[in-house]
T-cell receptor, first 115, second 113 residues
Framework: AQSVTQPDIHITVSEGASLELRCNYS??????LFWYVQSPGQGLQLLLK??????LVQGIKGFEAEFKRSQSSFNLRKPSVHWSDAAEYFC?????????????FGTGTLLAVQP | DTEVTQTPKHLVMGMTNKKSLKCEQH?????MYWYKQKAKKPPELMFV???????INESVPSRFSPECPNSSLLNLHLHALQPEDSALYLCASSQEIDNYGYTFGSGTRLTVV
């Protein structure tokens, strides 16, 4: 079965510091991978996605992620964090399930940004 | 219009009430989804509609009843809910069911008392 693991429940970084959020997936075929961000009480916003091709994917708000098949990972990075980046971040894998496809989400990483 | 609009934003209902959540999109998307998100948890898929037909029901209790009256509108009818059903209910849409370019609404915060 497909699954997504985000090992870090909570991360705190200083404003201006670099950021890396970890994501590991389990899927038999080439996965479709996603990173979403959710501010408190809000819906989810897509940051970036990987379907195929270049393994380094650029997203919105200065985020990027790298797909590493050998490590089953899709870590999210940002070179310099802004206070407005404080939010919950979800990694997700697109899974084929019978007649349709569906997204499976990791448990999320809550990012706090210190001034 | 690139948004998914959900109404109401907040809802408090008693266990004997009947209420409905509404979701609307005008992006021409043909797949629409209901997700449930408990506090500090990831979203969990409830229902998927494709071309206005129910495609997936993730073994959701019958007190939740989805409806897709047209390609732009998705409803979730609620009846005889339990306090543990309190959660953020998220609607999403995508161009087709095998296209993962989901657009999420901002959700309805439901409290069952």
């Amino acid at each position: 079965a497909q699954s997504v693991t985000q090992p870090d429940i909570h991360i705190t970084v200083s404003e201006g510091a670099s950021l890396e959020l970890r994501c590991n997936y389990s899927y038999g075929a080439t996965p479709y991978l996603f990173w979403y961000v959710q501010s408190p009480g809000q819906g989810l916003q897509l940051l970036l996605k990987y379907f195929s091709g270049d393994t380094l994917v650029q997203g919105i708000k200065g985020f990027e992620a790298e797909f590493k098949r050998s490590q089953s990972s899709f870590n999210l990075r940002k070179p310099s964090v802004h206070w407005s980046d404080a939010a919950e971040y979800f990694c997700a894998v697109g899974a084929s399930g019978g007649a349709t496809n569906k997204l499976i989400f990791g448990t999320g990483t809550l990012l706090a940004v210190q001034p | 219009d690139t948004e998914v609009t959900q109404t109401p934003k907040h809802l408090v209902m008693g266990m004997t009430n009947k209420k409905s959540l509404k979701c609307e999109q005008h992006m021409g998307h043909r797949a629409m989804y209901w997700y449930k998100q408990k506090a500090k948890k990831p979203p969990e898929l409830m229902f998927v509609y494709s071309y206005e037909k129910l495609s997936i029901n993730e073994s959701v209790p019958s007190r939740f009843s989805p409806e897709c009256p047209n390609s732009s509108l998705l409803n979730l009818h609620l009846h005889a809910l339990q306090p543990e059903d309190s959660a953020l209910y998220l609607c999403a849409s995508s161009q087709e069911i095998d296209n993962y370019g989901y657009t999420f609404g901002s959700g309805t915060r439901l409290t069952v008392v």
